[in-house]
């Protein structure tokens, strides 16, 4: 089997990288999410392979890209879909855009999970809808769960039509169960409120937890669903700008393919395609390696900061490379922790109260990095807290 070297030191510096390019040299940026690991090998080869050709012109829409979604949504977590569900998106967020302009209109609700992954605020009012938000509960263990009464009273609002969940949930790390979506998908059916689920962080879900992709619930869910995937977190292409809807119900999907149609947005590209098909169909190795190796960094991250930095706690984390930090012991407005560990430690992270309600006093940590990377940044922070 293909080994992958996660230990490697893969200078991005110079590369137009946004994670790396946006801060000063002496930064260690642990922020957006995009990993620091080269891609599997079997991806760079079939891309060079392509690109020798020399010859990039418009493609032709195959099934082979519906194929390899299908295929992976089947053998991770046991889905079966066909492959007229799929649709190819420019990515998640125009996917999650799309649904909106699809299935609610100007001035109607949309129900988030706060806090909420920060463009979640942006694209609702961009485009002129309102955002309720359900508030998650933050259990004194760090862990999260569901208020439901809250959710049930912003679900059954006269102008609510949407409710767009993160599963698992950015930025908490909550993976939910299949009680939790159940309980979920029954509220959004009894007050006709249609999901949009956004799974881009499906593959990376620790050990005694399960991702359930929210189509594969009941035949009502999948009737009342798109569901928005992308390997670009785990084999590191979001570069590639390219992901899936996956839209069960024949009707819905018609509807969701309406606004990117009138935008022209169908068009695939040659190198947005071929990487998803090669991740899927060949790179199952690489997934199962990068989840063991982040399940190691978070290990070495909750033992250093319980051991050395009791001020900073790290959460219930059940999923996702992007680590929710509760940073209030620190007393620490938002500003001002912000400013503590990009200035004094000299580490990038995202700030809290960006993710709004529930937010403030977090920090989000991304620990997707050679664990040399991440131990250097956790000497950094334990030198600035004991020195505050
Ligand atoms: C929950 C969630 N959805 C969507 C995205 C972005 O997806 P894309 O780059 O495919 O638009 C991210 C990236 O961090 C994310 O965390």
Known sequence: MLQHNFDEIVDRRGTECKKWDTYDADVIPMWIADTDFKCPQPIIDAMVKRAQHGIYGYPISTQNFEKAIANWQKKRFGWDIDLDWVEYTPAVIPAVVYAIQAFTL??????????????????IPDNGRHILGNNLIHNPDGSYDIDFEQLEQ??????????????????????????????????????????????IHSDIVYKGHTHIPFGSLSQAAADNCVVCVNPSKTFNIAG???GAAIIPNRHNHDRFYEPLENVKAYGRTVFGTLPIEVAYNQCDYYADQLVAYLENNLTYLRTFLSEKVPEIKVGNTQAMYLIWLDCSALGLSPEK???????KAKVA???????????????RMNIACPKSVL??????IEKVVKNK
Do not use: W
């Open 106 to 123: 100007p001035g109607d609700n949309i129900v988030v999970q706060m806090p909420a992954y920060h463009p979640f605020h942006k694209i």
């Open 154 to 199: 912003l679900l059954s609002q006269k102008r609510t039509s949407m409710f767009i969940l993160c599963s698992p949930h950015n930025p908490t790390g909550k993976c939910f169960t299949r009680e939790e979506l159940s309980k979920m998908s029954d509220l959004c059916l009894k007050y006709h409120v249609f999901v949009v689920s956004d799974e």
């Open 240 to 242: 590639v700008r390219t």
């Open 337 to 343: 922790l912000q400013e503590f560990f990009l200035k």
């Open 349 to 363: 992270m995202n700030e809290g109260s960006t993710f709004g309600p529930g937010g403030a006093g977090f920090m």
């Open 375 to 380: 131990m250097e940044a956790l000497n950094r």
